[in-house]
């Protein structure tokens, strides 16, 4: 810093010619400096959404954001109540249910209020702590659902499978206003990670023409580990809802190729392995063939 002054003082004096003259010009130059250095600007609101509508249960986020805030704090609280919920990122209250969420590179200090009931409508302030105590509204509606459930959640799917064959199971949920953000998936009550397992893949899309949630859970290669009892789990604002599927894997090989009846058309394989169909080959034979002399005793009797 030293040496720019002293650059700007052998520049002001080979321009001026007098040291005198120079040195005044310095003081001149040198006191605007200072009083743009010390300029300050007063803080001011960005938009932000002012009219905000959740549901019951739901989280709401009042977004608050505010320029050139300096020292100053932003301060949260409810019109019709005297002491703040938060004060920059302190929670002033006890209640968990309030909290708040600091964003630096939007500016923005939002009041986060989980499982909202219709006590917590109302006209909530934010207010920035300077001696004009700056100030924004913002209302905030809660729709309170009503007591039956028109909410839809339902499995599409083989309910059977051969070993290595490959399934698609479907979990649609739809049948309200607001999608859920999330579907979990469960086999016997594990939870299903997408990723974690090669031969299962997740993925998960959203119409909005219709407000349903779709997520397909499709497996490569089944076996034995694969079949039991899927649930379909979506997150609404009055709980979870769950959707059961079973789907049973057949420890028969897919690969096996079946019989064929007389006139050349496939005879479906109704036995699991071996000795079942050993076991059961006996008594069938055994059965035709009195069957088969029953009939020509009876046909005797008649001639």
Known sequence: ?????????????????????????????????????????????????????????????????????????????????????TVGKFVYVSNPEYGIKHIPYKDEWNLIIENVQPSHAGFYE?????KDDIKRYVQLHIIDEPGHDRRYINITG?????????????????????????????????HIVNGQDHNIRIVTYQRSDVFSLFSELDIGKTNLNYGGNYLCQAHFANGLKVSKHVLLVDTINADSKPSKRADGTERPVLQRNKQHTQNTALPCSVTLWCLTMCSLVSLLRWL
């Open 1 to 85: 810093m030293a040496r720019r002054k002293q650059m700007i003082s052998y520049g002001l004096i080979s321009v001026f010619g007098s040291l005198k003259d120079a040195v005044l010009i310095q003081i001149i130059l040198f006191s605007c400096w200072h009083v743009v250095s010390m300029t300050t600007y007063n803080p001011v609101f960005n938009h932000t959404p002012v009219n905000l509508t959740y549901y019951t249960g739901e989280t709401a986020t009042l977004r608050c954001s505010v320029s050139h805030l300096g020292p100053s704090k932003v301060i949260w609280k409810r019109e019709d109540q005297p002491h703040p919920l």
């Open 126 to 130: 934010c207010q920035i702590s300077t």
């Open 158 to 190: 083989p309910t059977r499978a051969t070993k290595g064959q490959s399934v698609k199971l479907t979990c649609n949920v739809s049948g309200f206003r607001r999608t859920p953000k999330h579907i979990r998936w469960f086999l016997n009550g594990t």
